[in-house]
């Protein structure tokens, strides 16, 4: 796990499922970043915002002021490493969905096809994605765990007192986050998605929002590098999976085109997933 190079204390370690289990998370400078905030503007013609836009006002680039300046966002950046800045999705489309932004300029404009070609480069991004993800899943428990079946015995144990080194497993909140990227980023700079599975979010609001996360146009992390005859790669193969009927990331229900009968169903799919 690489070392945070800020001082951000115990908000830039964040805390894994696994510690989870060892301890009750407690409520620090991570918990009190990731609840919801004021909505930010959208970009405008004729204004241009640092969290909105990129250098020369399009917004396809805003990601690399939070590479270049992470200081500059004290609200969305979360942990700034000697490789990586992870900062929250200002868009989120789940109930917990952060960027890993590599800040190797030669990687930036970079396709994540290509970037991971490179086997060095690649295992540094995974080191910190996994790093990452133990954070995302530590605030994933703090949401979820009170409604969790799975996490029940642990936290009763927990009310109880009993001690960290006794207390039973709870929910693996770790194992449930996804790690990938797009076969197609709409933004410019090379990111890495960490998220949970639910698409439970207004931010999900056409089918290219969910079928990018839930076809083979998301292409898992532990899935690189890919062969050089990978479907994955090719352009006509990715944009047909965008166009493809939707289908239930957990329960597997087809809905073909019908946009608005799926996002009734995920909210059904969320209560259950939640109390799983």
Not at 189 to 210: E, R, T
Not at 237 to 266: I, P, S, Y
Request: some cysteine; overall charge neutral.
């Amino acid at each position: 796990m690489a070392e945070s190079v800020d001082d951000a204390g115990d908000f830039a370690g964040g805390e894994s499922a696994q510690d989870k289990q060892t301890a009750a998370p407690p409520r620090n400078a991570f918990t009190e970043l990731m609840a919801p905030k004021t909505k930010p503007p959208k970009p405008d013609a004729g204004k241009s915002s640092r969290s909105a836009t990129g250098k020369g006002g399009k917004w396809t680039g805003a990601l690399v002021e939070y590479i270049e300046h992470p200081e500059r966002f004290p609200r969305e950046v979360l942990r700034v490493t000697p490789n990586t800045v992870l900062i929250k999705d200002l868009y989120p489309k789940a109930t917990i969905h952060l960027l890993l932004l590599p800040r190797d300029p030669a990687r930036y404009l970079m396709n994540p096809r290509e970037a991971f070609d490179d086997g060095t480069f690649l295992s540094v991004v995974r080191d910190e994605a996994v790093s990452a993800a133990r954070i995302a899943a530590a605030e994933l428990s703090r949401q979820l765990s009170s409604f969790s079946a799975s996490s029940q015995a642990q936290n009763e144990a927990i009310d109880a007192g009993v001690l960290a080194a006794e207390l039973p497993p709870g929910r693996d909140f770790l194992s449930e986050m996804r790690i990938g990227v797009h076969a197609h980023p709409s933004m410019d700079h090379l990111h890495v998605h960490i998220f949970s599975p639910d698409m439970h979010s207004d931010k999900v609001k056409h089918y290219k929002h969910y079928n990018s996360f839930n076809t083979p146009f998301f292409i898992p992390l532990d899935d690189f590098p890919l062969a050089a005859d990978d479907e994955r790669r090719s352009t006509a193969f990715q944009n047909a999976n965008l166009k493809r009927d939707f289908v239930c990331w957990r329960c597997g229900k087809v809905f073909g085109n019908k946009f608005a009968e799926l996002k009734r169903h995920l909210e059904i799919e969320f209560e259950l997933w939640k109390k799983t």
